[in-house]
């Protein structure tokens, strides 16, 4: 071939993927080529830069290339080496075949020889399956590794949002932005706000992306998704657990995809924003309850959807008024409340040391947690269980281990917050009267979903289960607000004893509740 027909186009690529770290960079690469540009004499048609991983068809620059030199604008190529050109079965094929056509009449490479003749041909497509084969390699080398960081607990890809990645220690929270993404959590398990408000609070307060970007509505669903915040990490539909330090509850996160679970049930559109509407269940048939205008008064009424039912309209202010007084029920009378936080501070300073039976029960529900993993893992691996088997079956174990590492871990470092907790109940108790008597319908509202859950509407009468530590002063026959007179007091255990006798029995269930749940969101 004559030297004036000798046209070429010069071709450049380095990816930024671990793939090619150990590449030279574009203007070395070019550098070397010009070098035997010079050497060859000869045409340089122009050059093509890609800065982007040839694993995977569909590299726009070496495309453009590929159709020019169809179009005869050029015969040759010059490139670094052949896994420049092609890292994958498809590419690489398209080189053969412009060769086999008689398109590409040369390729040259300062680092591989190559002719157009069938033991040339074949030398370079051996050249592509290595590069593939290096790719393919690894690939797997990369999962194998990302598979025993996560078996070992840490997080083997980049930090999520809430986290940073330090050297040696994986991942840790964020000081700045943990606290947002905590603060995001309990924001939507209230079920107050939707995503789209969540959006809109959150981003205002300065939560982005880790590149500054404008987080949008399904980012704050993929955060309120994903459990690696509780602890846990999700790899490959494998739940593990992981070292790095919470920044959520597992109680927590669980209570926001109940939240989720139940706002992604289709509504009807277009209805007026009712206070009540969609709070309240019919006590005779189950349906929803809804709210209607008439003559200038809100009406609620059951939608009586599934089954007649004879329930009749009842005003709204009505029921306004029955939520202030049932909230009036559960609330304690100023005087002994004062007493009673006095009393649980006394018994607070007055306990020495932590009792180790929980302790030591729940290190024992942890070990055979533990055991049972491992037995799935020894199952799996004799064919026993099949890799679907044994990951529903794990997940579900890591979880409950999740849980019992989170109570035990709330009872050894911080053995008195059964009393924080009672002090802190107590005192919200005390106003709780004035609350249900000076605040707008809508705080009202709050403070019932607070002490309450199962809201019923049978009769024109509003029935509900007290939650929490409220449900322990019901079930103490505690009712009536600053009423001296409750079905408990009128027990022969207290009838002839002392009022202090009584309030410190209700002090104690409240106590024992915190006990039992010292994760309770008050």
């Known amino acids: 071939m004559n030297n004036h027909t000798r046209k070429f186009f010069i071709y450049t690529r380095k990816s930024t993927d671990t793939e090619d770290r150990q590449v030279r960079s574009i203007s070395d690469q070019l550098a070397e080529l010009k070098e035997l540009v ?15 991983t040839a694993k995977a068809p569909g590299r726009p620059v070496f495309n453009e290339m590929l159709l020019r030199i169809e179009a005869n604008e050029a015969s040759g190529i010059l490139a670094w080496h052949p896994d420049r050109l092609a890292r994958n079965s498809v590419d690489g094929g398209k080189i053969i075949y412009l060769l086999d056509t008689g ?23 051996i050249a592509f399956s290595q590069s593939k084969y290096y790719i393919d390699n690894l690939s797997e080398n990369i999962k194998r590794g990302h598979r025993n960081k996560v078996k070992d607990g840490i997080w083997p890809q980049m930090s999520p949002l809430g986290y940073v990645n330090v050297k040696g220690a994986g991942i840790v ?49 993929q955060i309120l998704k994903n459990p690696i915040f509780t602890g ?96 009036k029920k559960v609330s304690l009378p100023l005087d002994w409340t004062n007493w009673m936080i006095a ?23 942890i070990s055979l947690l533990d055991s049972k993993v491992e037995k799935l893992m020894n199952l799996y691996l004799e064919n026993v269980l099949s890799l679907e088997e044994y990951r529903d079956s794990k997940n579900k174990l890591v979880n409950q281990k999740q849980l019992l590492k989170e109570k035990l871990s709330a009872f050894e470092k911080k053995s008195h917050n059964r009393f924080e907790l009672t ?21 009202i509202l709050h403070l019932f979903k607070k002490v309450g859950s199962n809201f019923q509407i049978l009769n024109r009468t509003v029935f509900f289960e007290p939650r929490s530590a409220w449900r322990t002063l019901s079930d103490s026959g505690f009712f009536g607000g600053n009423s001296e007179q409750t079905a408990l007091r009128a027990d022969h255990i207290f009838a002839s004893e002392p009022d202090f006798v009584f309030w410190r029995y209700v002090l104690d269930k409240v106590r024992t509740f915190f006990e039992m749940n010292p994760d309770e969101e008050i």
Not at 38 to 51: C, G, P, S
Not at 269 to 280: A, D, E, H, I, V
Not at 431 to 443: D, G, I, Q, W
Request: hydrophobic share 30%; proline share 4%; glycine share 4%.
């Open 232 to 327: 846990l990490m999700r790899y490959s539909g494998e739940i593990y657990e992981g070292k790095h330090k919470p920044i959520i509850t597992k109680k927590l996160f669980d209570s926001v995809q109940e939240v989720m679970s139940r706002k992604s049930k289709p509504h009807s559109k277009g209805l007026k924003p009712f206070l009540y509407r969609g709070f309240f269940r019919c006590g005779e048939c189950g349906c929803f309850i809804t709210t209607e205008t008439q003559k200038g008064h809100n009406y609620l009424r059951c939608t009586k959807r599934k089954n007649p039912c004879l329930q009749k309209y009842v005003r709204e202010e009505i029921i306004t008024s029955q939520i202030a007084e049932s909230i």
């Open 103 to 125: 398109k590409i009449a040369e390729l040259k490479f300062p680092t591989f020889w190559c002719d157009t003749t069938p033991q040339g041909k074949f030398m370079l497509s």
């Open 343 to 365: 009393e649980n501070e006394k018994d607070r300073q007055s306990e020495t040391q932590s009792s180790e039976i929980f302790s030591q029960k729940t290190k024992d529900e």
């Open 38 to 52: 010079v050497k060859e004499q000869i045409e340089v048609v122009d050059i093509f830069v890609e800065k982007q």
């Open 173 to 221: 929270p964020d000081e700045n932005i943990a606290p947002l993404i905590k603060k995001t959590f309990e924001a939507y398990a209230t079920g107050n706000f939707t995503l789209r408000q969540l959006h809109d609070k959150f981003n205002a307060l300065g939560l982005s992306r880790k590149n500054g970007k404008v987080l949008s509505v399904s980012n704050y669903q």
């Open 423 to 443: 002090d802190k109940f107590l005192k919200a108790n005390v106003s709780n009267m004035e609350l249900a008597n000076e605040k707008t319908n809508e705080e």
